[in-house]
Each structure stands twice: as structure tokens, then as C-alpha cells.
């Protein structure tokens, strides 16, 4: 099974942009249709933001339509979040994970905290 390692968070200031990356190792992206970023924020539970299928489609939360964008690298076996227009209610841990069977994912990494301060 995939293990996944998730890096990139940071502090930054409304407005500002980071980019989350997220490492396979074990098997390759390219072994799952769909890889997917989700996080959770204090008090709140998971939720989906962002997936990419098969590279060819994407999928957003309306939430972080337009200022969220994510993208494969099948070469380096990297899934990546490029987060624009941060605000602060995007504060959160966020994770990626992959769609093991009919849009059940797992394989959670250990996550990186993205805190945008206002």
C-alpha cells in the first residue's frame, strides 16, 4: 500500500499563496485514478477539497473554487495543491489521500498545518 508524506504548510497572511506537496512512496499515483486533498480544521471534521482524476479532471469544494488548483506529476510521484487567495477560515490541517476502492480513500499521511492569519 501507498504510504503518502504531505509538506509545504506554513504561516502566511490572508491573501497570500502556498503550495502543498505530497510525496508517494510504495506504489505510484499512477497506480490509483483518483488522489485527493482533503483537511480539517479545530473542532471541525474532515473535509474534501480538492481531487484529480487520472490527471484529466478535477473536482473542487466550492469553498476553494478559483483559488485552489491541483495537479500530478506521474515522473516525480508528486500530487501538489497550489493554494491563491488564502483566507483565514482556510486554516486547517491539511492531508492528501488516494481512492483505494469506489471513493473510499485512505492512506492518510501525517498532514501539514496551514494557518493564514488575518
Known amino acids: 500500500q501507498v504510504q503518502l508524506v504531505e509538506s509545504g504548510g506554513g504561516l502566511v497572511q490572508a491573501g497570500g499563496s502556498l503550495r502543498l506537496s505530497c510525496a508517494a512512496s510504495g506504489r505510484t499515483f499512477s497506480s490509483y485514478a483518483v488522489v485527493g486533498w482533503f483537511r480539517q480544521a479545530p473542532g471541525k471534521g474532515r473535509e474534501f477539497v480538492a481531487s484529480?482524476?487520472?490527471?484529466?479532471?478535477?473536482v473542487y469544494a466550492d469553498s476553494v473554487k478559483g483559488r485552489f488548483t491541483i495537479s500530478r506529476d506521474n515522473a516525480k510521484n508528486r500530487v501538489y495543491l497550489q493554494m491563491n487567495s488564502l483566507k483565514p477560515e482556510d486554516t486547517a490541517v491539511y492531508y492528501c489521500a488516494v481512492d483505494l476502492s469506489g471513493g473510499k480513500f485512505g492512506s492518510w499521511g501525517q498532514g501539514t498545518q496551514v494557518t493564514v492569519s488575518s
Open positions: 484529480s482524476w487520472s490527471g484529466l479532471s478535477t
